[in-house]
Structures are given as structure tokens and as C-alpha cells.
């Protein structure tokens, strides 16, 4: 197990350093990264290849020669407060003229402006467009300058002018603008510092002609490249939202992992409208300034507008995944840029038939996200990256970094997802160069590397003991957005519903994603023993209008009536009074929780009583797990029979435990993933199931086990940073005491 199932990053001027790597971190791969190139003595060295390609940027010239052929969007401008009767709103102020410009000659029917105070629409007749957009980029223009400098050229950047406005109230224009300058390009050049390099450029592959040209660029890039053995599709045609701004002290005003901002174009739009009753108009992708950010719950048309898109990212991705298989070679997809419209856990995804799927991950749930996609290979692509600094501009590979304390934060928090479920390779990306300087680095990636083969080669004899608790979590989304919410875990700290994905991608249970709306239609599946949901109010995680359907309150109060239990955390099943008028709470499963929430309207109303339980199953081993947990406000009892676990500095409950029929619900103010507060979600669901606690179990929440009964081993990990004594218990009863160092990793044959 010192060879295989590792990528490495190789880099043409340091061949001596990729192979001796490649060799002592057992790599059966060498990939190219951004900026960087293999040498042939690299390439003729026996290992497979990974080529990095991101079709819509990789041919700049003809996207300056093509320059009306760039991707666009729609955005909305920032808010002006209308001083007198007239108003003239520059449209691209606050937002980076590097990255945009207003497309003012295609596609203006889609324009609207909005009165933000009134929230509703000015009529036509009262705006009219001014200002110029860009001149046509030429490839003379492309050889000399970049595409900001195109945009320079310009007239002054596109106006709307108002007349008949109200004083003093705010309006927007949502308008097309066109990108000059593709997004990970912008971060690449930032980031990494990379100067004169040329600014790439995004195609827009609905119009005909650039998808036959992607197509042909294709097969000509196979020909060329006869060493390759598995392209690296980066993603493929839309990257994720990200709008960069021009102010300092804004300088992203908007960014999404998961939202289809960028598939929105002229082109799309009239195709989608063709034959509809009523249009998509930009406010539906405007959302008045949201956008249509995954936290938001989807509408019913912006629904129906991305399964278009994904039918026309499957329809062209198929046909290039059909290129690369026609060259004898494989295909694997990066899940994170560029990746809008692909939807892994889509039931369509197979249909483009990619061999592998890649996903730079920081937490344990990316890895589940990665490892439960019906493909061939499911590789990993480790943190950190190997750039000179991080996403949030800390130095990892610079003066001041300590990249091998990163890499053992991330290994570790990684590594009990995939104690769970199987990865067939990880990897490495960036500058090779970087990692020279450090040794202690070198080796930790060794030990990473054989880690894995160790992990993997147990679920390859046979998978891993699964606890007898099913479990769904309960969204807007369902599964098509399973594991995940948005992004990474470290841009939506705040948000309890990623911490607690966090927390079950390393526990036992068999998980899956319901969508509020199937169980308002279908009820609860037989086959779920415990439903959770969590998130703030008016939010996808926790649902939002979906609670104002009766059928939906009925089918979970029904579920756990009857037997089933309930996971809530922070404002579950929160309805405000404005979307809820004569409704008797804000929590709709306030009588199967025992717990509501005050918005501040009930204020008159006395409080129940109530004693702490400090002894109670939920709250085995980890009694102080909620001690910094802050209550919502006005959370308080509805009903007798609910036992209060933890209160917070004022007295209001964090936590509580109740039966409601035959069944059992937990409500949880709030879940920040950690050893005990996992150790605390794993005994809220064994409780809520009621189930006794069975299976190999570890008395240390830092430690977590996994029987694999196959193999006939138990793998014994430690999450913490410092040496952990913990008693691990056999389902026998047997016990034994480990010592374990740092983040060890122990497998232990079960006798």
C-alpha cells in the first residue's frame, strides 16, 4: 500500500523535485495545475497524466475576435435615492469595470427598473438607456492590450435616466452586462500574483458557433496532446457566481457556489420564453439583490430555468466527454469551478458519462458530497493548495505560513468522512516548486498518502458497519444539493445546517436529503427513522414559505406521531407572521418540538417554568457541549412533558428534549461542529430514533471508529491536536484503553 491512488502536481523546470515527490508520496499520477506545464521528461516518466483544460477560456484570441460572444449576466445596480423628480443611475458603479461591462446592444426588452421602497416595477415609458457599451475587441486589440483595456476605450459606462421619480425613494435597474475577464482568472491573477499574463477570457457556449468551436478546439487538443491519459475538464461551460467590486472596502459583492447567475444571457432567455404564458424576467434572477443565491428558496421558475440549463450542460458536455473517449482517453469533471448546470447529485449526471469526479475539499462533508455521486473515481483534491497564500490571503507557502500544521488541520477534519464512505485517489494542486523548502511538509503528505491507501483498501474489501438510525435531512433543495449548502465551510461559518452535514459526514448513520416539497406531497418515507432541520428562518435549510403548506406540518407532525423522530436546530419549520397571518406560532412544529420562538409580538404572554435536566442521554459524555451556545430570542416552552437540557446567560433554552406521540423531537438553539457537539448530535439521533447505542464506540468525542467487518479491522482516528486517552468498546462490551499522539491513526483487528 505505498503506491497508488495519488495526483501530483508536477511543474516543467523542477523535474528533479516532481519525481523524487512523485516517488516518495507513491503517485501513479502527474497533473498540470493553472500556469504551470509538464516537460517531456515528466511526461515519458510512467505515470498517468491529468491535463487540465477549461474549454470556455481556453482559447483567447478567438474570444477576442468573438468579443460579442462572452458570457453575460444580469445584474442590478446599487440603489440611488431619488433627489427630485429626475434620476440617472450609473449602472456599473461599485462594480469592477475589469470584469464587466453593460451589454446595451442585445437583450434590452430584459431591462427593468425598480422602484426598491415601493418594491415595484417603473414603468417602461418613465427610463431611458444612455452611455455606450464597449468597443468590439479585436485580435490586433487582444496581441496589444487586454480586454479591460477594450472596455477603456469606451464611452463613458451605460446610464439609465429617470423621469417621474418619487423623492426620497430607492431605485434600482436590473441590466445585462457582458464579463471581460473570467472570475478564476481574476482570483489566479491576485492571488498568485501573475502580472502580464493575458486576462482569459469566458464563451458563452449557447450560441451555436462557439459550441462548435469548443468542439473542434477539442478534438484538436487530443491530437496534440497524445500523452495525456485522463483530461481534466475544469469544469465545464458556467462558473459559479462571483461579482467583483471597486470598492476596497467591498471588493466581492456577491459570490455563490451554487447559484446560476451566470448562465443568464440574451440568447437563453428568449429561448426559455418561447411559447411561456408568463416570462422569466431579470427580477427573477435579480431577486431584488439576493440573486439567486442557494440560501434562498427557489422559486418555481428559477427551478424550471435550471433544469434547462442542466439539459443543455448534459446535451454539450456529452458531446465533448464523447471527444476525449474517441482519443482513447478518460474524462473526469472538477466539481468546483465552472461547475453550474452539472448538479452531481442530479439523477441526469451520468448521462454525460465522465469517468471520475474531482472536489477540492477543506471539510468532511465535501468528501461525502464527492464519494456518493454515481461515477467511477471519486478523487480528492487536498488543502492546502500549494499557492503562496490562501482563500482568505493568509500565507501558507510564504514567510509566515505553516503549511504542514494546514495540511494536518484539514487532513483531520477529512479523514473521519472518509472512515464512512469510500475515495479511490486524493491529490494535490498548484506550484510544486513551493513545497521544496519544507520538509516537515513532505513528509506529512507521505503519511497522508498512505493513510488513505489504508482507509481505502478497507472499504474495498467490503464497506463499513452502518449504525441502524436512518436519517434525512429536510431542505428546500433535497437531494439534489445533498452534502453541501453553499461552498465551503469555512465562507458560511455562521450557518448551523453546514455544521451539522459537518458533523454527520463522520458519524455512522446511513444520511439522505428530502425537499420539503415531496414530503408535503409524498409524506415521510418509511424507510427514515429521524428528520432534521436546521437553519435560520426564511432560509432554504430551514424552508421558508414551504411551512405556510398545512400538508407539509401535517406529514412530519404525522411522522414523528407515529414513531418517528426530529432533529431541529436554531429556527426550524420558522414562519414569520407576515407569511403566516393567523397562525398560532413562528415555529409550525412548535407542538412536536415543545419549543417555540418570540419575534417579539407575544411579548405579554407569561413564560412556563421549567427545571434543567443536566443528566440525560442526549448529553452523554459531553455536558458542557452547550455552554456557549446562545439561545433565539424569545425561545421558550409550549407545553408540559418537554425536559430543558441547557439554558444560556439569560435563562432561555439551548436545548430540549420531548416525546410527542410515539415519537421523540430534540430542538437545539444552535450546532458549531466539534468533537463534543458531534458526540452530541450522534446521541440526539440515537435518542430521537429510540435506539439503544450499539456498534464499536470510542468514551473520547476527539476519536472516531469504524468497523470494517470484511476486513476484519477497526480503524481507531483522533481529530485532536494534542495526545487523547480514550476507552473503545467493543459491541461485546469489551474494553480497551488507547493512548493515541496528535491526529493518529490506528487499525486494530478485530479478535
Not at 304 to 309: G, H
Not at 532 to 552: K, R
Amino acid at each position: 500500500m505505498d503506491h497508488g491512488g495519488f495526483t501530483l502536481p508536477g511543474e516543467a523546470g523542477h523535474e528533479a523535485l516532481t519525481l523524487r515527490l512523485a516517488e516518495r508520496w507513491g503517485a501513479d499520477v502527474i497533473r498540470d495545475s493553472d500556469g504551470t506545464q509538464l516537460s517531456p521528461e515528466i511526461l515519458h516518466a510512467g505515470h498517468g497524466i491529468y491535463s487540465t483544460i477549461c474549454l470556455i477560456r481556453e482559447d483567447r484570441a478567438w474570444a477576442a475576435e468573438h468579443s460579442r460572444l462572452l458570457q453575460q449576466n444580469v445584474l442590478m445596480s446599487f440603489p440611488r435615492v431619488a433627489e427630485g423628480e429626475e434620476l440617472v443611475i450609473e449602472l456599473l458603479e461599485g462594480f469592477s469595470t475589469d470584469q464587466f461591462v453593460v451589454n446595451d446592444w442585445d437583450g434590452t426588452e430584459f431591462w427593468q427598473v425598480f422602484d426598491r421602497t415601493t418594491g415595484t416595477e417603473v414603468l417602461r415609458e418613465q427610463w431611458s438607456i444612455g452611455g455606450e457599451a464597449a468597443v468590439e475587441t479585436s485580435a490586433d486589440t487582444a496581441d496589444s492590450a487586454d480586454a479591460a483595456d477594450a472596455a477603456d476605450a469606451a464611452t463613458a459606462p451605460g446610464t439609465v435616466r429617470l423621469t417621474g421619480a418619487v423623492p426620497g425613494h430607492s431605485y434600482t435597474v436590473n441590466f445585462l452586462a457582458m464579463r471581460l475577464w473570467e472570475e478564476i482568472s481574476m482570483y489566479n491573477h491576485v492571488t498568485n500574483d501573475w502580472g502580464d499574463r493575458p486576462r482569459l477570457m469566458a464563451v458563452e457556449p449557447r450560441h451555436p458557433e462557439v459550441a462548435e468551436h469548443l468542439l473542434a478546439w477539442l478534438e484538436e487538443w487530443c491530437v496534440t496532446h497524445p500523452d495525456t491519459t485522463v483530461v481534466r475538464f475544469t469544469s465545464l461551460f458556467y462558473n459559479f457566481a462571483w461579482f467583483w467590486g471597486s470598492d476596497p472596502d467591498l471588493p466581492h459583492v456577491y459570490a455563490d457556489w451554487g447559484s446560476y447567475d451566470f448562465t443568464v444571457n440574451p440568447i437563453a432567455l428568449r429561448e426559455f420564453n418561447a411559447g411561456r404564458e408568463v416570462p422569466i424576467t431579470a427580477e427573477d434572477f435579480v431577486n431584488a439583490g439576493r440573486y439567486t443565491s442557494t440560501h434562498n428558496p427557489p422559486s418555481a421558475i428559477y427551478l424550471e430555468w435550471m433544469a434547462f440549463v442542466g439539459a443543455f450542460v448534459r446535451d454539450l458536455g456529452r458531446r465533448c466527454v464523447d471527444v476525449v473517449h474517441r482519443h482513447g482517453k478518460k474524462a473526469y469533471v472538477f466539481y468546483d469551478d465552472s461547475w453550474i448546470g452539472l448538479e452531481p447529485w442530479s439523477p441526469q449526471f451520468g448521462e454525460m458519462g465522465f469517468d471520475g469526479l474531482i472536489k477540492a475539499v477543506f471539510s468532511g462533508y465535501e468528501a461525502r458530497l464527492n464519494a456518493g455521486v454515481d461515477v467511477p473515481v471519486h478523487e480528492l483534491r487536498l488543502h492546502p493548495y500549494l499557492f503562496p497564500v490562501n482563500l482568505e490571503g493568509a500565507p501558507t507557502f510564504a514567510p509566515g505560513g505553516d503549511p504542514t500544521a494546514d495540511a494536518q488541520s484539514y487532513w483531520t477534519v477529512l479523514r473521519r468522512a472518509l472512515l464512512r464512505e469510500r475515495i479511490d485517489r486524493i491529490g494535490l494542486g498548484g506550484y510544486l516548486s513551493l513545497v521544496e523548502p519544507f520538509e516537515d511538509f513532505q513528509a506529512y503528505i507521505a503519511g497522508v498518502a498512505d493513510e488513505h491507501r489504508l482507509i481505502r483498501s478497507l472499504h474495498e474489501a467490503g464497506a463499513p458497519e452502518v449504525a441502524p438510525v436512518r436519517v434525512a435531512v429536510l431542505t428546500a433543495w433535497g437531494a439534489l444539493r445533498s452534502w453541501t449548502c453553499s461552498g465551503h465551510l469555512h465562507e458560511s461559518p455562521d450557518l448551523s445546517l453546514l455544521h451539522v452535514i459537518e458533523s454527520l459526514a463522520g458519524l455512522p448513520f446511513d444520511v439522505r436529503w428530502l425537499s420539503l416539497a415531496e414530503v408535503a406531497t409524498d409524506g415521510v418515507p418509511d424507510d427514515v427513522d429521524v428528520l432534521v432541520n436546521a437553519g435560520p428562518a426564511g432560509t432554504a435549510w430551514s424552508g421558508g414559505p414551504a411551512w405556510a403548506d398545512p400538508a407539509l406540518t401535517t406529514a412530519v407532525t404525522a411522522f414523528v406521531a407515529s414513531g418517528g423522530g426530529l432533529i431541529g436546530v436554531q429556527e426550524p419549520a420558522a414562519l414569520d407572521r407576515a407569511e403566516a397571518p393567523g397562525r398560532l406560532h413562528r415555529l409550525q412544529l412548535a407542538p412536536v418540538l415543545g419549543v417555540d420562538q418570540d419575534a417579539g409580538d407575544r411579548r405579554v404572554l407569561s413564560r412556563r417554568r421549567f427545571e434543567v435536566h443536566q443528566h440525560h442521554p442526549v448529553l452523554d459524555g459531553v455536558p458542557h457541549a452547550l455552554e456557549h451556545v446562545a439561545a433565539v430570542r424569545g425561545t421558550h416552552l409550549v407545553r408540559a412533558g418537554v425536559d430543558v437540557l441547557a439554558v444560556d446567560g439569560a435563562g432561555l433554552p439551548v436545548a430540549t428534549a420531548t416525546a410527542f406521540g410515539d415519537g421523540r423531537a430534540v430542538f437545539l438553539a444552535d450546532h458549531r461542529h466539534g468533537p463534543a457537539s458531534a458526540r452530541l448530535l450522534e446521541n440526539a439521533l440515537w435518542w430521537a430514533a429510540g435506539r439503544e447505542r450499539s456498534g464499536w464506540t470510542s468514551s473520547a468525542p476527539e476519536v472516531d471508529v469504524a468497523h470494517f467487518p470484511t476486513a476484519g479491522q477497526v480503524l481507531v482516528a483522533s481529530s485532536a491536536s494534542s495526545v487523547v486517552t480514550t476507552v473503545l468498546r467493543a459491541p461485546s462490551g469489551a474494553e480497551r484503553t488507547l493512548v493515541l499522539a496528535p491526529g493518529e491513526l490506528l487499525a486494530l483487528p478485530v479478535t
